[in-house]
């Protein structure tokens, strides 16, 4: 009820009544000052009164008309920018709405007018934007993809494929040579077990990298241990293991992280030839420590720099500097490779300050 009082109509009739209201108290100022003035003999006190009441009543209904009347526009134009409003908050900018006055209420439409031809046109440029963006995400997929492919069937060729193509050929040898020099076919054979395991451990770290490169909801502690245990089942190398759980993390980090995990356990398996490798995973103040080390071939850092092998190093460290994080690698031929990452917890910093 109240609220319905507050309305432009009752607003208009409200200040029709203020109106009457002053026109009466200077119409008694009026009359009283001719009685003070000039008493004349025909303004007595029952006339004053008679006249002040017929007045009121008269004025009263009068303001009511008057209010009604000139309140009923001003409501329709009024309505008609409440429904223009509606319709853009509801997304049909391509809504119109004309008055014939020339005043403010009729610049208040144009602006409407105009306002709603901007956010139209911002609506097709976003649509826009977003038909380009799906179409590059597509095509870096696709030439990620393609590029993906290529590394691999470039490693199946410099690695598995000669490997494969060697033993083919020292089998062939042997199988000539069994019968009149034994011992010697007896060490080639030697030699095709160990470039056979060789391929094969080639084979298993190219197949870790088509591993799918999400952890599917899983936690990097999760999805890092569910790794090394199919490894573990697969290989003839000791892991040590020392994963916490670490809470804190984006899940851009923690498949940033697991990429980087998964980078450097494909080249232990392909280059370091180790038998133990050591992973660790812990939470260090406000930063999220992962290390990673083995007892392999090592090899020299200076003269990595310039070769193709480099190139899993290279990647690790750029994911690693994409989510903030400090990555250091140390090797020496002979006495393996450690890999270590610092990596500071964004999330719970912002919330802390929060």
Not at 139 to 160: F, P, Y
Not at 218 to 227: C, F, K, N, V
Request: aromatic share 8%.
């Amino acid at each position: 009820m109240l609220k319905k009082l507050n309305s432009i109509r009752y607003m208009f009739i409200r200040s029709h009544l203020y109106g009457l209201v002053l026109n009466i108290f200077v119409l008694l100022s009026i009359l009283l000052s001719i009685y003070v003035w000039f008493a004349p003999s025909w303004l007595h006190a029952g006339g004053v009164l008679f006249f002040i009441v017929l007045y009121t009543v008269v004025g009263f209904f009068m303001s009511l008309y008057a209010g009604f009347r000139s309140s009923g526009d001003m409501k329709q134009r009024l309505d008609y920018i409440t429904t223009m409003i509606t319709q853009l908050a509801r997304g049909k900018f391509s809504s119109k709405i004309y008055f014939q006055e020339d005043d403010e209420i009729a610049g208040i439409g144009d602006e409407l007018n105009t306002l709603g031809e901007k956010l139209q046109h911002q609506k097709e440029s976003l649509l826009k934007l977003a038909d380009e963006k799906g179409e590059l995400a597509r095509s870096a997929h696709k030439a990620a993809t393609i590029e993906e492919r290529q590394r691999l069937a470039r490693d199946l060729h410099d690695a598995v494929s000669q490997q494969l193509f060697a033993l083919t050929m020292m089998a062939q040898a042997t199988e000539k040579i069994y019968d009149r020099h034994p011992e010697q076919a007896k060490e080639q054979l030697g030699e095709i077990t160990q470039m056979a395991l060789q391929a094969q451990t080639e084979m298993r770290a190219l197949l870790l990298h088509l591993r799918p490169v999400h952890l599917s909801g899983e936690p990097l502690t999760e999805g890092l241990s569910s790794l090394i245990e199919e490894l573990k089942q697969k290989c003839q190398i000791h892991f040590d293991l020392k994963i916490e759980e670490v809470e804190g993390l984006t899940e851009t980090m923690e498949e940033q992280l697991f990429r980087i995990m998964q980078e450097a356990l494909s080249n232990i398996l392909r280059h370091a030839n180790a038998s133990e490798v050591k992973v660790e995973v812990s939470e260090a103040g406000e930063e999220v420590y992962l290390h990673v080390s083995d007892n392999g071939n090592g090899f020299d850092t200076e003269e990595k720099k310039g070769s193709k092998t480099s190139y899993g190093l290279k990647t690790m460290k750029e994911r690693c500097e994409e989510i903030g994080g400090t990555y250091s690698l140390r090797s020496r031929k002979g006495e393996g490779t450690h890999i270590d990452l610092r990596v500071p917890i964004q999330v719970r910093m912002k919330e802390e300050e929060a």
